[in-house]
């Protein structure tokens, strides 16, 4: 597997666990991410991701902000991008099952029920269950645009 990894400020010790924890799965990691605490600014690294996602066979990117919040919305608004900002395993879960979501994230200054690692594992691990989940994505994907 290999995955495109960004964050901004906000994000740069979570990034760093995120990274360590995909190297242990021996995932392969493509890093573009801030190492430090100087502000910038979320959008820029989102669509860094996205760009590098998009020109590679990666199976998957994971974004990282203060809340997750800002860099998801700017990632979703890119096309073919389905970024998940899920508040647990369950939820990571079902939006790979569900949403067949390519990107995830998180925030850094989150304080998660859970490990971050566990549920970034629970959206690897999952399947895309396809049948009415793809009539689904595809309305949604429809509304690009629009």
Known sequence: MKAVVANDHGGVELAKTILEHLGKRGIEAVYLGTDTSE?????DYAEKAVKEYRSG?????????GTGIGISVSANKMKGIRCALPQN?????????HNNAN?????GRIDYPEPVTQILDSFIDAEFEGGRHQRRIDKMMALEGK
């Open 39 to 43: 502000s910038v600014d979320y959008p």
């Open 57 to 65: 066979s990666y199976d998957f990117g994971v974004l990282i902000c």
């Open 89 to 97: 395993s369950y939820a990571a879960e079902m939006t790979k099952r």
């Open 103 to 107: 990107f995830i994230a998180f925030g």
